[in-house]
Protein backbone atom coordinates (compact mmCIF):
# COMPACT_ATOMS: atom_id res chain seq x y z
CA UNK A 1 0.00 0.00 0.00
CA UNK A 2 1.89 3.52 -1.31
CA UNK A 3 1.09 7.10 0.68
CA UNK A 4 -1.43 7.56 -1.03
CA UNK A 5 -3.49 4.64 -0.33
CA UNK A 6 -2.75 4.94 3.51
CA UNK A 7 -4.13 8.34 3.51
CA UNK A 8 -7.79 7.44 1.77
CA UNK A 9 -7.39 4.19 4.26
CA UNK A 10 -7.21 6.23 7.08
CA UNK A 11 -9.69 8.88 5.59
CA UNK A 12 -12.51 6.22 5.42
CA UNK A 13 -11.99 4.67 8.76
CA UNK A 14 -12.88 7.59 10.17
CA UNK A 15 -15.73 8.17 8.18
CA UNK A 16 -17.00 4.97 8.33
CA UNK A 17 -18.38 4.09 11.52
CA UNK A 18 -16.96 0.39 12.62
CA UNK A 19 -19.84 -2.09 13.22
CA UNK A 20 -21.13 -2.88 17.00
CA UNK A 21 -19.17 -6.16 18.22
CA UNK A 22 -21.83 -9.00 18.11
CA UNK A 23 -23.79 -10.01 21.77
CA UNK A 24 -24.55 -13.57 21.50
CA UNK A 25 -26.92 -14.85 23.51
CA UNK A 26 -23.92 -16.81 25.56
CA UNK A 27 -22.81 -13.94 26.30
CA UNK A 28 -26.08 -12.52 27.62
CA UNK A 29 -26.43 -15.92 29.93
CA UNK A 30 -23.23 -16.07 31.54
CA UNK A 31 -23.25 -12.07 32.16
CA UNK A 32 -26.65 -13.50 33.89
CA UNK A 33 -25.24 -16.21 35.70
CA UNK A 34 -22.15 -13.62 36.97
CA UNK A 35 -24.67 -11.04 38.17
CA UNK A 36 -26.61 -13.78 40.20
CA UNK A 37 -23.26 -15.14 41.68
CA UNK A 38 -22.40 -11.64 43.06
CA UNK A 39 -25.48 -11.47 44.76
CA UNK A 40 -24.78 -14.62 46.33
CA UNK A 41 -21.88 -12.89 47.69
CA UNK A 42 -19.47 -15.86 46.56
CA UNK A 43 -15.96 -15.27 44.44
CA UNK A 44 -15.86 -17.86 41.49
CA UNK A 45 -12.86 -19.73 42.52
CA UNK A 46 -9.68 -18.31 40.49
CA UNK A 47 -8.86 -22.06 38.14
CA UNK A 48 -6.26 -22.85 36.60
CA UNK A 49 -6.53 -24.57 32.89
CA UNK A 50 -7.89 -28.08 33.39
CA UNK A 51 -9.32 -27.64 36.89
CA UNK A 52 -12.54 -27.64 37.91
CA UNK A 53 -13.98 -24.12 37.98
CA UNK A 54 -11.88 -23.15 34.83
CA UNK A 55 -13.56 -23.72 31.06
CA UNK A 56 -15.57 -26.90 31.83
CA UNK A 57 -19.49 -27.56 31.79
CA UNK A 58 -20.29 -28.50 35.10
CA UNK A 59 -17.25 -26.58 36.88
CA UNK A 60 -17.93 -23.58 39.15
CA UNK A 61 -20.80 -25.51 40.91
CA UNK A 62 -18.88 -25.28 44.23
CA UNK A 63 -21.81 -25.20 46.39
CA UNK A 64 -25.70 -25.09 45.94
CA UNK A 65 -25.37 -21.55 46.30
CA UNK A 66 -23.92 -21.87 42.31
CA UNK A 67 -26.84 -23.95 40.58
CA UNK A 68 -29.51 -21.10 40.57
CA UNK A 69 -27.03 -18.87 39.06
CA UNK A 70 -25.66 -21.32 36.86
CA UNK A 71 -28.83 -22.53 35.85
CA UNK A 72 -30.62 -19.11 35.45
CA UNK A 73 -27.88 -18.69 32.37
CA UNK A 74 -28.43 -22.38 30.49
CA UNK A 75 -32.46 -20.97 30.81
CA UNK A 76 -31.95 -17.61 29.29
CA UNK A 77 -29.70 -19.59 26.62
CA UNK A 78 -32.41 -21.83 26.24
CA UNK A 79 -35.17 -19.50 25.64
CA UNK A 80 -33.05 -17.09 23.96
CA UNK A 81 -32.43 -20.10 21.08
CA UNK A 82 -36.22 -21.35 20.96
CA UNK A 83 -37.37 -18.13 19.08
CA UNK A 84 -34.82 -19.24 16.32
CA UNK A 85 -35.69 -22.50 15.92
CA UNK A 86 -33.38 -24.47 18.72
CA UNK A 87 -33.26 -25.24 22.23
CA UNK A 88 -29.80 -24.68 23.19
CA UNK A 89 -28.21 -25.56 26.30
CA UNK A 90 -24.66 -23.80 27.56
CA UNK A 91 -22.91 -24.97 30.66
CA UNK A 92 -19.61 -22.98 29.76
CA UNK A 93 -17.32 -21.23 27.69
CA UNK A 94 -16.06 -24.04 26.42
CA UNK A 95 -18.53 -26.83 23.93
CA UNK A 96 -19.18 -30.10 24.74
CA UNK A 97 -17.23 -33.47 23.27
CA UNK A 98 -17.98 -36.58 21.77
CA UNK A 99 -18.21 -39.53 23.24
CA UNK A 100 -15.27 -40.07 21.18
CA UNK A 101 -13.30 -37.56 23.55
CA UNK A 102 -12.99 -34.84 20.41
CA UNK A 103 -13.74 -31.06 21.16
CA UNK A 104 -16.78 -29.87 19.52
CA UNK A 105 -16.63 -26.50 17.61
CA UNK A 106 -20.30 -25.97 18.94
CA UNK A 107 -21.29 -25.25 22.57
CA UNK A 108 -24.94 -26.24 21.92
CA UNK A 109 -27.44 -29.04 21.84
CA UNK A 110 -30.43 -28.90 19.28
CA UNK A 111 -33.10 -30.92 20.19
CA UNK A 112 -37.52 -31.30 20.14
CA UNK A 113 -39.45 -30.39 22.76
CA UNK A 114 -41.71 -33.12 22.23
CA UNK A 115 -38.81 -36.05 22.71
CA UNK A 116 -34.95 -34.15 22.93
CA UNK A 117 -32.72 -36.83 21.63
CA UNK A 118 -29.16 -37.12 23.80
CA UNK A 119 -26.88 -34.18 23.52
CA UNK A 120 -23.49 -34.46 23.27
CA UNK A 121 -21.17 -35.33 26.08
CA UNK A 122 -20.29 -32.16 28.48
CA UNK A 123 -16.60 -31.29 28.25
CA UNK A 124 -14.59 -32.44 31.27
CA UNK A 125 -11.03 -34.04 31.63
CA UNK A 126 -12.62 -37.51 31.23
CA UNK A 127 -11.99 -40.35 33.45
CA UNK A 128 -8.97 -40.30 35.83
CA UNK A 129 -6.92 -43.47 34.34
CA UNK A 130 -5.56 -44.66 36.50
CA UNK A 131 -7.53 -43.49 39.57
CA UNK A 132 -5.53 -40.81 41.51
CA UNK A 133 -5.40 -41.80 45.08
CA UNK A 134 -7.11 -38.26 47.05
CA UNK A 135 -4.56 -37.06 49.49
CA UNK A 136 -5.26 -38.26 53.05
CA UNK A 137 -8.32 -39.40 51.21
CA UNK A 138 -10.73 -41.74 54.50
CA UNK A 139 -11.69 -45.50 53.01
CA UNK A 140 -8.91 -45.27 50.41
CA UNK A 141 -11.13 -42.62 48.57
CA UNK A 142 -9.46 -42.63 44.88
CA UNK A 143 -10.89 -39.94 42.35
CA UNK A 144 -12.36 -41.88 39.00
CA UNK A 145 -13.33 -38.84 37.43
CA UNK A 146 -12.75 -34.82 37.72
CA UNK A 147 -16.28 -33.24 36.66
CA UNK A 148 -17.99 -30.81 39.09
CA UNK A 149 -21.46 -32.24 39.27
CA UNK A 150 -24.60 -30.69 42.01
CA UNK A 151 -24.45 -31.74 44.93
CA UNK A 152 -26.60 -34.61 46.67
CA UNK A 153 -27.49 -35.99 42.91
CA UNK A 154 -25.01 -38.66 42.40
CA UNK A 155 -27.28 -41.85 42.65
CA UNK A 156 -26.75 -45.31 40.72
CA UNK A 157 -28.60 -48.21 39.00
CA UNK A 158 -27.30 -51.61 37.69
CA UNK A 159 -23.76 -51.12 36.14
CA UNK A 160 -24.43 -46.84 36.11
CA UNK A 161 -24.15 -44.42 37.92
CA UNK A 162 -26.35 -40.98 36.99
CA UNK A 163 -25.76 -36.81 38.27
CA UNK A 164 -26.73 -33.59 36.93
CA UNK A 165 -24.25 -30.99 36.01
CA UNK A 166 -25.44 -27.44 35.30
CA UNK A 167 -27.39 -27.84 32.10
CA UNK A 168 -26.99 -31.72 32.35
CA UNK A 169 -28.48 -35.05 33.06
CA UNK A 170 -25.54 -37.54 32.84
CA UNK A 171 -24.42 -41.45 32.84
CA UNK A 172 -20.97 -42.53 34.31
CA UNK A 173 -19.43 -45.52 33.85
CA UNK A 174 -18.84 -46.92 37.53
CA UNK A 175 -15.79 -49.01 36.15
CA UNK A 176 -13.44 -46.03 34.67
CA UNK A 177 -15.30 -42.51 35.12
CA UNK A 178 -16.60 -42.07 31.92
CA UNK A 179 -19.28 -39.97 30.60
CA UNK A 180 -21.20 -42.04 28.38
CA UNK A 181 -24.27 -40.26 27.88
CA UNK A 182 -25.71 -36.67 28.69
CA UNK A 183 -29.43 -34.81 28.33
CA UNK A 184 -30.13 -31.52 28.66
CA UNK A 185 -31.44 -30.97 31.67
CA UNK A 186 -31.75 -28.07 34.36
CA UNK A 187 -32.83 -28.92 37.99
CA UNK A 188 -35.61 -27.15 39.40
CA UNK A 189 -35.26 -27.93 42.77
CA UNK A 190 -32.31 -30.62 44.63
CA UNK A 191 -33.47 -34.04 44.33
CA UNK A 192 -31.95 -37.40 43.36
CA UNK A 193 -32.62 -38.60 40.21
CA UNK A 194 -35.53 -42.04 40.98
CA UNK A 195 -34.28 -45.26 39.00
CA UNK A 196 -37.29 -47.19 38.58
CA UNK A 197 -36.97 -50.10 36.48
CA UNK A 198 -35.00 -49.04 32.95
CA UNK A 199 -35.94 -45.06 33.47
CA UNK A 200 -34.36 -42.17 35.31
CA UNK A 201 -36.83 -39.89 36.64
CA UNK A 202 -36.00 -36.36 37.37
CA UNK A 203 -38.53 -33.31 38.41
CA UNK A 204 -38.35 -30.81 35.19
CA UNK A 205 -40.50 -27.93 37.16
CA UNK A 206 -41.18 -27.41 40.46
CA UNK A 207 -42.03 -23.69 41.51
CA UNK A 208 -46.36 -22.27 42.39
CA UNK A 209 -48.47 -24.84 41.06
CA UNK A 210 -46.61 -26.70 38.60
CA UNK A 211 -45.11 -29.92 39.29
CA UNK A 212 -43.68 -31.80 35.60
CA UNK A 213 -41.60 -34.50 35.94
CA UNK A 214 -39.35 -36.19 33.30
CA UNK A 215 -38.81 -39.72 32.50
CA UNK A 216 -35.13 -40.12 30.72
CA UNK A 217 -33.70 -44.22 29.26
CA UNK A 218 -31.88 -45.67 31.82
CA UNK A 219 -29.06 -46.10 28.60
CA UNK A 220 -29.44 -43.65 26.23
CA UNK A 221 -30.77 -40.74 28.65
CA UNK A 222 -33.33 -40.00 25.65
CA UNK A 223 -36.21 -38.62 26.92
CA UNK A 224 -39.33 -40.93 27.10
CA UNK A 225 -41.77 -39.39 29.40
CA UNK A 226 -43.07 -36.48 30.53
CA UNK A 227 -46.07 -36.69 33.32
CA UNK A 228 -47.72 -33.39 34.31
CA UNK A 229 -48.82 -33.68 38.42
CA UNK A 230 -52.00 -31.94 39.66
CA UNK A 231 -51.04 -29.73 42.63
CA UNK A 232 -53.51 -28.75 45.76
CA UNK A 233 -53.25 -25.44 46.00
CA UNK A 234 -49.18 -24.04 46.15
CA UNK A 235 -46.22 -26.64 45.85
CA UNK A 236 -43.87 -25.56 49.39
CA UNK A 237 -40.80 -23.23 48.82
CA UNK A 238 -38.97 -24.75 51.02
CA UNK A 239 -38.46 -28.31 49.74
CA UNK A 240 -36.77 -30.35 49.50
CA UNK A 241 -36.88 -34.31 48.61
CA UNK A 242 -39.83 -34.03 47.01
CA UNK A 243 -39.49 -36.91 44.84
CA UNK A 244 -38.90 -40.58 45.57
CA UNK A 245 -40.14 -44.05 44.32
CA UNK A 246 -41.78 -46.99 47.22
CA UNK A 247 -43.16 -50.21 47.18
CA UNK A 248 -43.87 -51.50 43.48
CA UNK A 249 -42.03 -49.12 41.67
CA UNK A 250 -44.74 -46.07 42.03
CA UNK A 251 -43.30 -42.86 42.12
CA UNK A 252 -44.36 -40.43 45.08
CA UNK A 253 -44.46 -36.50 43.98
CA UNK A 254 -45.15 -33.37 47.22
CA UNK A 255 -47.79 -31.53 45.29
CA UNK A 256 -48.81 -28.57 47.79
CA UNK A 257 -51.06 -30.27 50.18
CA UNK A 258 -51.67 -33.92 48.73
CA UNK A 259 -49.18 -36.17 47.60
CA UNK A 260 -49.69 -37.50 43.84
CA UNK A 261 -49.01 -41.13 43.16
CA UNK A 262 -47.68 -41.95 39.38
CA UNK A 263 -47.29 -44.95 37.62
CA UNK A 264 -44.15 -45.09 36.18
CA UNK A 265 -45.44 -47.50 33.13
CA UNK A 266 -48.28 -45.69 31.98
CA UNK A 267 -47.17 -41.94 33.06
CA UNK A 268 -50.24 -41.31 34.53
CA UNK A 269 -50.98 -40.53 38.34
CA UNK A 270 -53.03 -43.07 39.34
CA UNK A 271 -54.31 -41.33 43.30
CA UNK A 272 -53.64 -38.29 44.78
CA UNK A 273 -53.33 -38.41 48.91
CA UNK A 274 -54.67 -35.38 50.69
CA UNK A 275 -52.57 -33.74 53.70
CA UNK A 276 -54.22 -32.04 56.34
CA UNK A 277 -51.51 -29.70 57.35
CA UNK A 278 -49.01 -28.35 54.08
CA UNK A 279 -47.64 -27.55 51.75
CA UNK A 280 -45.62 -30.87 51.75
CA UNK A 281 -41.95 -29.84 51.91
CA UNK A 282 -40.36 -33.63 51.67
CA UNK A 283 -42.10 -37.28 51.17
CA UNK A 284 -41.12 -40.72 52.03
CA UNK A 285 -42.17 -44.00 51.70
CA UNK A 286 -41.93 -47.02 54.47
CA UNK A 287 -39.40 -50.19 52.73
CA UNK A 288 -42.77 -52.67 53.03
CA UNK A 289 -45.07 -49.95 51.70
CA UNK A 290 -47.62 -49.72 54.24
CA UNK A 291 -46.82 -45.84 55.29
CA UNK A 292 -46.20 -42.98 53.52
CA UNK A 293 -44.09 -40.03 55.66
CA UNK A 294 -44.49 -36.48 54.77
CA UNK A 295 -42.80 -33.40 56.40
CA UNK A 296 -44.73 -29.82 56.28
CA UNK A 297 -43.08 -26.32 56.09
CA UNK A 298 -43.20 -26.54 59.63
CA UNK A 299 -41.00 -29.05 61.98
CA UNK A 300 -43.77 -31.88 61.73
CA UNK A 301 -43.88 -35.24 60.66
CA UNK A 302 -46.74 -37.00 59.54
CA UNK A 303 -48.06 -40.40 58.66
CA UNK A 304 -50.43 -41.53 56.57
CA UNK A 305 -51.94 -45.28 55.66
CA UNK A 306 -50.58 -45.43 52.12
CA UNK A 307 -53.52 -47.78 50.97
CA UNK A 308 -56.86 -45.67 52.72
CA UNK A 309 -55.12 -42.11 52.24
CA UNK A 310 -56.11 -42.59 56.12
CA UNK A 311 -53.83 -40.31 58.63
CA UNK A 312 -52.29 -42.70 61.08
CA UNK A 313 -49.98 -40.03 63.76
CA UNK A 314 -47.67 -37.21 63.28
CA UNK A 315 -45.37 -35.45 65.28
CA UNK A 316 -43.51 -32.46 65.66
CA UNK A 317 -40.89 -30.12 67.71
CA UNK A 318 -42.82 -27.16 69.18
CA UNK A 319 -40.85 -23.77 68.80
CA UNK A 320 -38.78 -24.94 66.06
CA UNK A 321 -39.54 -22.92 62.90
CA UNK A 322 -36.97 -24.85 60.31
CA UNK A 323 -38.21 -27.15 58.34
CA UNK A 324 -37.69 -31.20 57.89
CA UNK A 325 -36.24 -32.12 54.46
CA UNK A 326 -34.68 -34.91 52.17
CA UNK A 327 -36.60 -37.64 54.19
CA UNK A 328 -35.58 -40.87 53.92
CA UNK A 329 -37.99 -44.13 55.58
CA UNK A 330 -36.07 -47.20 56.88
CA UNK A 331 -37.41 -50.08 58.74
CA UNK A 332 -36.27 -48.32 61.72
CA UNK A 333 -37.79 -45.00 61.49
CA UNK A 334 -37.27 -41.82 59.45
CA UNK A 335 -34.17 -39.88 58.75
CA UNK A 336 -33.89 -36.36 57.09
CA UNK A 337 -32.28 -32.79 57.64
CA UNK A 338 -33.50 -29.57 59.38
CA UNK A 339 -32.12 -26.01 58.97
CA UNK A 340 -30.01 -24.39 55.95
CA UNK A 341 -25.56 -23.99 55.73
CA UNK A 342 -23.67 -24.09 58.94
CA UNK A 343 -27.16 -25.56 61.00
CA UNK A 344 -28.25 -28.31 58.98
CA UNK A 345 -27.74 -31.37 60.18
CA UNK A 346 -28.95 -35.23 59.95
CA UNK A 347 -31.09 -36.22 62.21
CA UNK A 348 -32.92 -40.28 62.90
CA UNK A 349 -36.49 -40.22 64.51
CA UNK A 350 -37.11 -43.67 65.37
CA UNK A 351 -40.67 -45.05 64.71
CA UNK A 352 -41.36 -41.71 62.91
CA UNK A 353 -41.45 -39.66 66.51
CA UNK A 354 -39.63 -36.84 66.00
CA UNK A 355 -39.59 -36.53 70.14
CA UNK A 356 -37.08 -38.78 70.26
CA UNK A 357 -35.00 -37.22 67.42
CA UNK A 358 -31.22 -38.26 67.51
CA UNK A 359 -29.05 -35.47 65.62
CA UNK A 360 -25.93 -37.18 63.58
CA UNK A 361 -24.46 -34.89 61.97
CA UNK A 362 -23.42 -30.70 62.19
CA UNK A 363 -23.72 -28.12 59.61
CA UNK A 364 -21.31 -28.47 56.84
CA UNK A 365 -21.80 -24.92 55.96
CA UNK A 366 -19.73 -23.24 53.35
CA UNK A 367 -22.68 -24.08 50.96
CA UNK A 368 -22.27 -27.49 51.36
CA UNK A 369 -25.20 -30.26 53.24
CA UNK A 370 -25.03 -32.93 54.87
CA UNK A 371 -27.87 -35.41 53.50
CA UNK A 372 -28.89 -38.51 54.26
CA UNK A 373 -29.04 -41.43 51.77
CA UNK A 374 -29.44 -45.31 52.20
CA UNK A 375 -27.83 -47.64 49.46
CA UNK A 376 -26.83 -51.33 49.39
CA UNK A 377 -28.63 -51.77 52.44
CA UNK A 378 -26.96 -49.10 54.59
CA UNK A 379 -27.95 -45.16 55.50
CA UNK A 380 -24.95 -42.83 54.70
CA UNK A 381 -24.64 -39.37 55.95
CA UNK A 382 -21.99 -36.92 54.56
CA UNK A 383 -20.95 -33.39 54.41
CA UNK A 384 -17.65 -31.51 55.47
CA UNK A 385 -16.63 -33.18 58.96
CA UNK A 386 -17.28 -36.51 58.84
CA UNK A 387 -18.58 -39.17 56.61
CA UNK A 388 -20.94 -41.82 58.58
CA UNK A 389 -22.73 -44.79 57.83
CA UNK A 390 -25.93 -45.95 60.09
CA UNK A 391 -27.87 -48.63 60.66
CA UNK A 392 -31.14 -48.47 58.70
CA UNK A 393 -32.93 -50.21 61.47
CA UNK A 394 -31.48 -49.41 64.73
CA UNK A 395 -30.02 -45.54 63.63
CA UNK A 396 -27.18 -46.66 65.29
CA UNK A 397 -23.52 -45.37 64.05
CA UNK A 398 -21.65 -48.19 62.57
CA UNK A 399 -18.86 -46.39 62.07
CA UNK A 400 -17.47 -42.40 61.52
CA UNK A 401 -14.79 -41.24 59.71
CA UNK A 402 -13.62 -37.55 59.43
CA UNK A 403 -13.74 -35.71 56.46
CA UNK A 404 -9.70 -34.03 56.44
CA UNK A 405 -9.53 -30.59 55.37
CA UNK A 406 -6.66 -29.13 52.32
CA UNK A 407 -4.53 -26.43 54.33
CA UNK A 408 -7.58 -25.59 56.99
CA UNK A 409 -10.10 -25.40 53.84
CA UNK A 410 -12.83 -28.53 53.99
CA UNK A 411 -13.07 -30.95 52.00
CA UNK A 412 -16.61 -32.32 50.99
CA UNK A 413 -18.18 -35.81 50.57
CA UNK A 414 -21.33 -36.99 50.05
CA UNK A 415 -23.97 -39.14 48.08
CA UNK A 416 -22.50 -41.77 48.80
CA UNK A 417 -24.34 -44.61 46.46
CA UNK A 418 -23.69 -48.41 46.10
CA UNK A 419 -22.98 -50.33 42.64
CA UNK A 420 -21.83 -53.38 41.92
CA UNK A 421 -20.66 -54.06 44.86
CA UNK A 422 -18.66 -51.36 45.11
CA UNK A 423 -19.15 -47.85 46.72
CA UNK A 424 -18.97 -44.52 45.14
CA UNK A 425 -19.24 -40.67 46.69
CA UNK A 426 -19.34 -37.10 45.16
CA UNK A 427 -16.12 -35.33 46.13
CA UNK A 428 -15.27 -31.44 46.43
CA UNK A 429 -11.80 -29.58 47.78
CA UNK A 430 -12.12 -25.86 47.80
CA UNK A 431 -8.21 -25.10 47.91
CA UNK A 432 -7.33 -27.51 45.00
CA UNK A 433 -10.05 -26.89 43.21
CA UNK A 434 -10.27 -30.81 42.64
CA UNK A 435 -14.05 -32.33 42.31
CA UNK A 436 -15.33 -35.51 40.79
CA UNK A 437 -16.86 -38.96 41.61
CA UNK A 438 -14.51 -40.93 44.05
CA UNK A 439 -14.65 -45.17 45.18
CA UNK A 440 -14.45 -45.72 48.18
CA UNK A 441 -13.39 -48.81 50.59
CA UNK A 442 -15.68 -48.91 53.43
CA UNK A 443 -14.81 -51.17 56.33
CA UNK A 444 -16.57 -53.98 56.92
CA UNK A 445 -18.79 -52.75 59.89
CA UNK A 446 -20.88 -50.62 56.97
CA UNK A 447 -22.32 -53.95 55.68
CA UNK A 448 -24.61 -54.13 58.63
Same mark, same amino acid.
Given at each position: ??????????????????????????????????????????????????????????????????????????????????????????????????????????????????????????????????????????????????????????? %????????????????????????????????????????????????? %??????????????? #???????????????????????????????????????????????????????????????????????????????????????? #?????????????????????????????????????????????????????????????????????????????????????????????????????????????????????????????????????????????
Amino acid at each position: MNTEERQLSNMLRRVTPEPPSRVTVEDVAFRLANQAAGSRRHREPRGRPGSPGHGSPGRGSWGRGWAPALAAAASVIVVAGASAGIATVVTSHRGPVSSAGGASPSASVSTSASSPAPSQLPTSEGPSSPPERVANGMWGAELITRDTFNQDSLT %SGPESLYATAPGYLVRINPANGEIVNSAPYIPSIANLPIITGNTVWVVA %SYAGRSVVLHGYDGK #TLAQVASVIVPVAGQVSTAASGVLTTGSGGYLYVAAGRSVAVVNPSTHQVIKQISVSAGPVSSVAVAPDGSKLYVSTSTFDLLIYNLA #TGAKLGSSAIPGLTSTAGNLVATSGGVWGTTGVGMTESAWFAPDADLTRLVRLSTGAGAGLSSVPVISGGTVWIGGSHTLVCANPATGQVLKSVTIPTDGSVVEYVGSVTITGGRAYAYYLNYRSQQAGVVALTPPGACSG
